[in-house]
């Protein structure tokens, strides 16, 4: 039995999807910059469709998910359409009426799709967000103020102009320029008025009055307080932790919660970040991805503050030779312990200086328990790629976390997991504005949709009980309320406020 | 480097100026030859033979930033791999050009991949910041201490180590050299690998300030704070991202006040940078 588990390998299942970056042989920025990956059911059918952002002469594709890992391509009648190089996927229900929406992120504007019963409508002008021309990466729908609205944070790049891009070599050929090129550029925040329509209070709020490089966000409420903080990692710039004051204000406190620059004082190419509680402790972690020699930075909630784990966990060593973008915790063997999920490569281009070396394979760490993780086994079939956005879902509902992945001007792909170890697992659908969610001594925080590097997840929140047949279950809604139950494990469980 | 062979009779030359000229190289008269060159340069204007000697003569007397459109005259004129690539990115490296150096230089290596080019076009690729062939240059070059130290430039760590490990032998006195091997051993296989060779490496060379400040990072981070502060105090100045360990040190020793002090120093500091 040790063996078979050891030898099992998880199966690469292409889908009928190319993420296109627009790549010309001047390099421009925003070419290695898609793109993500929106994992929610659209239809209310109980399996996960996949919604993918693309670039250049690409088309923004919505795949339905028809079972058996088929996937059907529905862009046409779905009425999504996506104007321009798009990049980030956040899908939310932001008006409260049951069906997941869709909010893309792009170069020159974001637009906002409201499902209408398994078809789509850009709603974008009347819901009044207007990102002014800003490069957004990212967004994070939140509830701000704990008023049972999903407000809206857009995490926006660098400024960049194709008028004033210069060609940048990199041993002796084009490739994409170092962020140091660009001024960096405030991000954006959006009040829901509950109504379809939004209130832009970056500036009230405190929120734009701080310039980065955004490439990440993780919502979280990290210091325990009820309100949903911000970490935003900033692409070779301090990080930004904007603590969430409960009144409609943040402070930007990221030196003082020790997540603004890892400890060894070299601000990293920050990219894709996740939280979620990795040492089942009850309080969200960080990791973010980096390149090369900057390691894939962890850090450990002490409720005040953070302590980077880089190093005491393992990562340091393990991830020191790597480059990443997409990122995720998630108990990919059902052990009970979330594991760490990375789509890797390098940010230069696969026809520049770095060549082929610049592609990477997708990894995964398997968290051993003790704050400690190791290198995971079974996805050697997946070769490397340019890969960007990575969610981790189980899309074949067999009880198993499978990974999809995008990388640039190849098929996206979904390393299917092979579910051999048989350990118990557990799906909550916790129905209303949930904060967190207690699995036995495990705790996932639903502050957010919005995970890793452009991408986001909308579904039943996943546990790994090992070997527990029968679990406790406690849910947190964001308006005080709780709920214990207890259920046996293998099965999905409904739970309403 | 020696041209006689390169030394090629025009048909045009006047045919006393010719062999005056070549004599000259002969005999080490560079400058005479440069004039006796640049005479019959006079009587045929822009051929390339005349301008490659001319070109020659230039290199030998040192003059090389006036040689290479010389030898470029020729170049364009005869474009197929050959010798004059090598002279002309030689004198690039002797003019510091590095990254001017290394097209010339490729060229050299497709007409003869010999150690001597091998080894120039990885002088040129290293100089150029362009590590990771200038390693690869070296290694073809069976030079395997400067492609050790090209790949640790290069931030390919990985590859490296086995050079470092099968030089760590011969190379046990040399302070760079293991501050080099200490700072990749510290990366791939965690800090209290590679604290050992970076403290040889000070105890031979007390003043090599980045082996102080790897070395300060690494006591940091296996708890030995105390310690690390002096070294990490002497590196700083050279590099500003040491301030945060620093700060991180005299917090984890008690002093708060130098704690914030430096801390507020970094933040002042490397946003500028950025």
Not at chain 1, 350 to 374: I, L, M, V
Not at chain 1, 429 to 439: D, E, F, L, N, T
Not at chain 2, 196 to 224: F, M, T
Request: glycine share 10%.
């Amino acid at each position: 039995m040790l063996l078979c588990l050891a030898l099992a390998a998880w199966t690469v299942h292409p889908l009928p999807f190319t993420l296109r970056n627009g790549e010309t042989s001047r390099k421009p920025l925003p070419a290695t910059m898609p793109g993500g990956i929106a994992v929610f059911d659209y239809d209310g059918d109980g399996l996960l469709d996949l919604f993918f952002p693309n670039a250049g002469n690409g088309i923004s594709t919505l795949l339905r998910n028809k079972g058996g890992m088929n996937f059907q391509d529905v862009t046409q009648s779905s009425g999504i359409r996506v104007t321009g190089s798009a990049f980030a996927a956040t899908a939310a229900d932001f008006d409260a009426d049951g069906r997941v929406d869709l909010l893309v992120s792009g170069q020159k504007q974001v637009q906002l799709f409201r499902n209408e019963i398994n078809s789509f409508k850009d709603v974008t002008a009347s819901s009044g967000i207007d990102n002014k021309g800003r490069w957004s990466v990212g967004a994070a729908w939140f509830d701000l103020e704990n008023d049972g609205d999903l407000d809206l944070f857009l995490l926006n790049y660098l400024k960049w102009d194709p008028a004033t891009e210069k060609v940048c070599l990199v041993n002796g050929k084009p490739d994409f320029c170092h962020p140091r090129y660009y001024q960096p550029e405030a991000n954006a925040l959006f009040r829901n008025n509950g109504n379809g329509t939004f209130t832009d209070i970056s500036s009230a709020s405190g929120i734009g009055a701080h310039r980065g490089k955004g490439m990440g966000v993780a919502p979280a409420d990290f210091d325990g307080d009820g309100f949903i903080d911000l970490f935003v990692a900033n692409d070779r710039v301090f990080n930004f932790f904007f603590r969430n004051r409960g009144d409609g204000t943040f402070a930007e406190e990221a030196f003082e919660r020790g997540v603004a620059v890892p400890q060894d004082g070299k601000p990293p190419s920050a990219m894709g970040a996740d939280a979620q509680d990795y040492n089942n402790d009850g309080l969200p972690d960080l990791i973010y991805t980096a390149l090369r020699d900057e390691t894939f930075p962890l850090y450990r909630n002490r409720g005040k503050d953070f302590e980077e784990a880089t190093a005491p966990s393992g990562l340091s060593v393990l991830t020191r030779l790597m480059a990443g973008w997409g990122i995720v915790f998630a108990d990919l063997d059902n052990d009970g312990w979330k594991d760490i999920a990375a789509a890797r490569s390098d940010a230069l281009s696969a026809t520049g200086g770095k060549s082929a070396a610049a592609k990477e394979p997708p990894s995964w760490f398997r968290n051993q328990g003790g704050g400690k993780f190791g290198r995971g086994d079974g996805w050697n079939a997946a070769t490397p790629a340019m890969h960007r956005g990575l969610v981790a879902a189980d899309l074949d509902n067999d009880g198993c976390l499978d990974a999809v992945i995008a990388a640039l001007n190849a098929p996206a792909r979904i390393l299917r997991n092979p579910c051999a170890s048989g350990a118990h697992w557990l799906k909550v659908h916790a129905r209303g504005p949930v904060s967190r969610i207690r699995v036995g001594d495990q705790w996932r925080q639903t502050a957010s949709t919005t995970l890793g590097y452009a991408s986001s997840y909308v579904g039943p929140q996943h546990f790994g009980l090992g070997s527990a047949t029968q679990v406790e279950v406690e849910v947190f809604w964001r308006d005080g309320r709780r709920k214990t139950v207890r259920t046996e494990s293998k099965r999905a469980v409904i739970i309403d406020p | 480097m020696r041209f006689a062979v390169l030394l090629i009779a025009s048909a045009a030359m006047a045919q006393d100026l010719a062999p005056q000229g070549a004599a000259a190289m002969r005999e080490g008269r560079f400058e005479d030859a440069e004039g006796i060159y640049r005479k019959m340069l006079k009587q045929t204007p822009n051929n390339p033979k005349v301008r490659l000697n001319l070109g020659l003569a230039l290199y030998s007397a040192g003059k090389y930033a006036q040689a290479i459109p010389e030898l470029g005259a020729y170049l364009k004129a005869e474009p197929q791999p050959g010798p004059v690539y090598l002279v002309t990115g030689t004198a690039h490296l002797k003019l510091r050009r590095f990254c001017d150096a290394s097209a010339p230089l490729e060229k050299a290596r497709v007409w003869q991949a010999s150690p001597q080019v091998s080894t120039e076009l990885g002088d040129a690729y290293q100089g150029c910041k362009r590590y990771e062939e200038a390693a690869k240059a070296y290694l073809a070059a069976n030079q395997p201490r400067a492609a050790a130290r090209a790949f640790w430039q290069a931030r390919a760590y990985a590859e490296a180590k086995p050079l470092y490990d099968s030089l760590a032998s011969s190379n046990a006195a040399d302070a760079e050299f293991l501050y080099e091997f200490g700072d990749t051993l510290a990366r791939l296989d965690g800090a209290a690998a590679g604290i050992p060779h970076l403290e040889r490496s000070l105890q031979i060379a007390p003043a090599l300030i980045p082996a102080r400040g790897a070395l300060g990072r690494a006591l940091l981070e296996v708890g030995r704070a105390a310690e690390s502060i002096p070294h990490l105090s002497a590196a700083a100045p050279a590099d500003v991202t040491l301030l945060l360990p620093l700060s991180r040190a005299y917090k984890a020793t008690g002093r708060l006040e130098e704690a914030a002090r430096v801390e507020a120093e970094y933040k002042k500091k490397v946003s500028a940078q950025n």
